[in-house]
Nanobody, 120 residues
Framework: VQLQASGGGLVQAGGSLRLSCAAS????????MGWYRQAPGKQRDLVAD???????NYADSVKGRFTISRDNAENTVYLQMNSLKPEDTAVYYC???????????????WGQGTLVTVSS
């Protein structure tokens, strides 16, 4: 199973970006999908996640500005980021909890990370 993230880049404060993360491989089903971020010198923190049933969870710092969504048919999760701030600058990682085809258990997979830089 592989997760391929895309959509990062450089944007001015107040701007928008949309991140995408597509899962591929021997996937039976995907449970929770989410986005995390890690700024230089800091730990990796949850930004938002979404369950297979559509239940949403956001970090307080992004509520009202970011929207997470998923396309179950395409095994893809999105993060629409609006009203970006310089403090949103970080490497953004997607994560998926996957039931691999032919196996009984869930496994956690991470994407490679995509850099978001917000200039002031």
């Amino acid at each position: 199973v592989q997760l391929q993230a895309s959509g990062g880049g450089l944007v001015q404060a107040g701007g928008s970006l949309r991140l995408s993360c597509a899962a591929s491989g021997s996937i039976d089903s995907i449970n929770n999908m989410g986005w995390y971020r890690q700024a230089p010198g800091k730990q990796r923190d949850l930004v938002a996640d979404i369950s297979s049933g559509g239940r949403l969870n956001y970090a307080d710092s992004v509520k009202g500005r970011f929207t997470i969504s998923r396309d179950n048919a395409e095994n893809t999760v999105y993060l629409q980021m609006n009203s970006l701030k310089p403090e949103d600058t970080a490497v953004y990682y997607c994560k998926a909890i996957v039931v691999v085809r032919g196996l009984r258990f869930e496994y956690q997979y991470w994407g490679q990370g995509t850099l978001v830089t917000v200039s002031s």
